[in-house]
């Protein structure tokens, strides 16, 4: 996911480095030149020193923190609710993560899960955090220069979206298939409990970005045969039908046939996805669905404005259609503090490059200096919380979930740094007064509805109609370019 830019450019904040007018290449090219030295040193900060060092804390003081934990009261609260409901995230970039390594690129045998992983993602730390199930992201770029595309380019003018997509669903599916004794391949609410009662992750696919289909809603049904149980409208980038909550919006919400992409998606059970999308596909989602929406992984947009989030308009109409909001750990999303300081990022490089033209070893001083005298906020642990509390507040309690984006970010929320982490997070909110129930809705139990419900609503559709054969090109009623 980590494609160019070190730090900035994740899946997640690619957009943002983009700038939110689809002027993608060119605040691309700002940002490589004045700041891509110090964002390289600190990914290698964090990625080595900063891990080690870590490592070494922990085994000092393992022995205190390990009692520390058991004289916690909340914590041995969130740890008993964890036990016995199944915690489902919404989003882990794992496949991804493993297409990108460094070392062993798209090598599932090398990337040992079994032992200590470079990412944040492995089988005794799934363990630790007490992961019930798991929705794994077969995210592809939605950007048509990405350079995983490039291959294509050799046989074919278009971007290769669906080779990318079959690639990332069969790499997480040989993920799952190589640890039969922790990961259970799911595709059911009912086998998600199965699998918990076995004490293994129920592992579910989730597809990041509907250009996967490339207009095709036989394309859809071919995914959801692979396994695939929710797909995200859009990722960064503005589709034929429908537009990009970080990119221009072209349609003013979903197109005729983005909404029969839906009632598509609706039949065959899967779940729709409304992180990524602009608030106008939101709303018009939310028209059209006849089953739960979830949003895999974002926070409240009137908490932290950035668009990636969702607005307290749409929060307020998740209890009618019983959707759920499932809160990740991105920094930018969750601390109003990182967002602006992604802005100002912005602004002082855009300054400094205009004041030194062509000079980078001037612009990466000016740079330096800068951040050494503003230095990077962090994100925390009880700002996660917050937004949690935030959407139960707008929303309910029925309305809230978990969706961590783990190997989709490049930079931790303190306290969440990992797949570890997460019965911290059940006990702050335990300790906030929510109660063993209210934090089993929050843990796995809402998404597990909007997931069964959605395999209702399939079984009454698929009664009532048979397969979509609709095209892009009848319904838009113009050319696709
Ligand atoms: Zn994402």
Redesign the pocket.
Known sequence: ?VSGLPLLQ???NAGRSHGRNGARNASRASFVGAINPILETLVRLSSTTVRSTLVTIAALTGGSSLSAQKADPYLARAKAVLQSTPLVDG?N?LPWRIREDTLHANDVEAYDLRKRAPGMTDLARLQQGMVGAQFW?V?IPGEQDASDYKPNGKVSSKPGYARVQLEQIQLARRIIAKYPERLAFASTEADVRRAFANKKVGSLLGM?GGHAIENSLEALRAYYDLGARYM?LT??VTLDWADAALDTARHGGLTPFGREVVREMNRLGMLVDL??VSAGVMSNALDVTAAPVIF??SASRDMVGHL?NVPDSILRRLPANGGVVMV?F?TSFVSKAVFDDDNEIARIDADIRKRLPGDTVAQRREFNAWRAAHPRPTATLAQVADHIEHVRKVASVDNVGIGS?FD?ITENVVGLEDVSKFPMLFAELARRGWSDADLRKLAGENVLRALKRAEVVSVKLKRERPASIARIEQLDRRPVP
């Open positions: 996911m994740t899946s997640e989003h970039d992201s995210y990041e995200t990722h960064n992180s990524h895999s992984h990636r990740p991105v984006d989709g």
